[in-house]
């Protein structure tokens, strides 16, 4: 069954692999899915500490909110790409820790290879704009 997002089908999910509309270029809100898938790579767990290693890993630079966090994290669970089970906390109430899937591993991959096109792509306009200011 292919995946939809806003009402269009997904071929790439059809076939077996991630949505490509779940690359889609955007703002810094669309990095809360590679950021999370990130954190999890980095050895799971719950929210806070997710949004911990996300804040630590990016030198503070990417600061989640945890109500975003939390959604995409119950999307990628939705959608195959986590799983999650309630731990008992001896101090305090149970929490929810999350953990990839192999589908979330692929998923990561897909990013990886998303962003690091986009970095290229900002590197080469960054240096047309900056060649163009500096002959202007």
């Avoid at 995409?72 to 309630?86: H, I, M, N, P, T």
Wanted: glycine letters at 14%.
């Amino acid at each position: 069954m292919e995946e939809e997002l806003d009402g269009i089908a997904c071929p790439k999910r059809a076939a077996g692999g991630p949505c490509c509309r779940r690359l889609a270029t955007g703002g810094a809100g669309t990095l809360v899915e590679p950021a999370a898938l990130g954190a999890l790579l980095a050895g799971g767990g719950h929210g806070y500490d997710l949004r911990r290693v996300i804040s630590e890993k990016t030198g503070g630079r990417l600061d989640v909110d945890p109500g975003g966090l939390y959604r995409v994290l119950r999307r990628l669970e939705a959608d195959g790409f986590v799983v999650s089970r309630w731990e008992e906390s001896n101090s305090g109430p149970a929490r929810r820790e999350y953990e990839l899937t192999a589908e979330g591993r692929e998923l990561a991959t897909s990013w990886l290879t998303n962003l690091r096109e986009r970095q290229q792509m900002t590197g080469a306009l960054a240096d047309v704009l900056e060649a163009s200011l500096h002959n202007a």
